[in-house]
């Protein structure tokens, strides 16, 4: 069974960002901006709940539009890959519910 083909505006929007410059630390600035925090307390380790919540944003972000695995971004951050698939659903939700865009 092959791979799950996504559709062809979601493919050309991802490969839009990278081409726009968009990485991790770029992601986490933005990410730092929503929640009024610098982004080495968006990556840093801490259940203060702003610092999850931007956490779990930075990881739907990445996943969803740089298209990093959760494997890799368990790699980066010390976890293991369903914590940060748990975030990545919780960061969805976070995006939908406040109206968050990554280019925004």
Avoid: C
């Avoid at 791979?3 to 991790?24: A, H, I, V």
């Avoid at 080495?40 to 380790?45: F, L």
């Avoid at 203060?48 to 298209?67: C, F, I, K, M, N």
């Amino acid at each position: 069974m092959g791979k799950k083909q996504e559709p062809g505006y979601l493919m050309s929007e991802n490969r839009g960002l990278k081409r726009r410059g968009y990485n991790l630390d770029k992601i986490a600035h933005r990410v730092g901006a929503i929640y009024g925090i610098d982004k080495r307390h968006v990556v840093s380790k801490g259940r203060q709940g702003p610092r999850v919540e931007a956490r779990s944003l930075l990881y739907y972000w990445a996943v969803r539009g740089l298209r990093m695995t959760l494997a890799k971004l368990a790699r980066l951050f010390v976890m293991s890959p369903s914590a940060i698939g748990y975030s990545v659903r919780r960061g969805e939700t976070i995006a939908e519910e406040n109206n968050y865009q990554l280019m925004g």
